[in-house]
């Protein structure tokens, strides 16, 4: 689920959390090299900075149109697809261009995806 979905406390909140949780991941890993401690790192964060630039855009787009439904569908339809963008050519970089391990990359990409799930229900009780 996008972070759009939850009023702004709780999408700061879910977003932190998954720092929290990409950044632990990093140190982690480093214990095994700092090349897979990297690739955790990269891993999350190609998760984490496309929920963060939808959000920034998405309060952008609610201050400035309010109540144009068509209009709000059709920026959350372009918002989510430059999400998929974004992370695609992040994972891609990470692994074509600096050869980041792929087990903590992904390990750490899964974990951030998990939190995104389930700390909203954990959050509402």
């Known amino acids: 689920m996008s972070v759009s979905l939850y009023n702004g406390k709780i999408a700061l909140k879910l977003l932190f959390l998954q720092l929290i949780a990409f950044v632990i991941l990093s140190v982690a890993f480093c214990t095994k090299s700092i090349e897979w401690g990297v690739s955790?790192?990269?891993?999350?964060?190609?998760?984490?900075?496309?929920?963060?630039?939808?959000?920034?855009?998405?309060?952008?787009?609610?201050?400035?149109?309010?109540?144009?439904?068509?209009?709000?569908?059709?920026?959350?339809?372009?918002?989510?697809?430059?999400?998929?963008?974004?992370?695609?050519?992040?994972?891609?970089?990470?692994?074509?261009?600096?050869?980041?391990?792929?087990?903590p990359l992904g390990v750490a990409y899964l974990a951030v995806l998990i939190v995104q799930i389930v700390a909203p229900a954990v959050m509402n009780g």
């Open 40 to 103: 955790a790192f990269v891993g999350g964060l190609a998760c984490w900075l496309p929920n963060v630039i939808f959000l920034l855009l998405s309060r952008f787009q609610k201050i400035k149109e309010e109540g144009v439904p068509v209009r709000i569908a059709w920026f959350f339809a372009i918002s989510e697809g430059v999400k998929v963008i974004i992370t695609v050519t992040l994972l891609i970089v990470a692994l074509a261009v600096f050869k980041a391990a792929f087990a």
